[in-house]
């Protein structure tokens, strides 16, 4: 025989199991309505915050079964160098370029979630490098560190300069 605290913990158990899977139909309904809606748009994300971009664009890929993918890691792959070896070798330059390269490549994909180069490095922090991104669905994800120091930059900049 279970004790009435066992037998509490069980059905606490089994209702949190039940309500899980209430939240994964829903959540699997509701990807499947996107996708249709997409009609196989790539989404590319685009945000300062690198490790968010490709965290979101993973999640998102999951949801709709599409293939999830890093410019900065296909930049590295394609290359055989690391960001910071391009950068050290061509400068700032030379990585937007590797990145609108891989940009040409992917604009012909679809079905695929794509994360870019975060902090303001690589093509999509360029507006003429979003030839290759207009035709995919396209999230800007803004952290609010960002969004706080972007703001500070921004009164500093307008702020009149103290009299030497």
Not at 20 to 46: C, G, N, Y
Not at 99 to 111: H, I, K, W
Request: net charge negative; proline share 3%.
């Amino acid at each position: 025989r279970l004790l009435p605290s066992r037998r509490r913990a069980i059905a606490l158990r089994t209702s949190a199991a039940a309500a899980s899977t209430d939240v994964d139909k829903a959540l699997a309904t509701k990807a499947a309505a996107a996708s249709e809606i997409l009609k196989a748009v790539s989404i590319t994300l685009i945000g300062d915050h690198e490790a968010a971009n490709l965290a979101v664009a993973q999640a998102i890929a999951k949801a709709l079964s599409y293939t999830p993918l890093s410019t900065p890691e296909l930049i590295e792959k394609v290359t055989a160098s690391t960001r910071e070896q391009i950068v050290a070798e061509d400068g700032e330059a030379g990585l937007v370029i590797a990145e609108n390269a891989v940009f040409e490549q992917l604009s012909t994909y679809l079905r695929c979630c794509i994360a870019t180069s975060g902090g303001g490095r690589g093509a999509a922090a360029r507006g003429a490098c979003w030839d290759f991104i207009f035709g995919q669905f396209t999230v800007w994800l803004d952290d609010e560190a960002s969004v706080k120091a972007a703001e500070a930059a921004a009164a500093a900049a307008a702020a009149p300069a103290a009299p030497a």
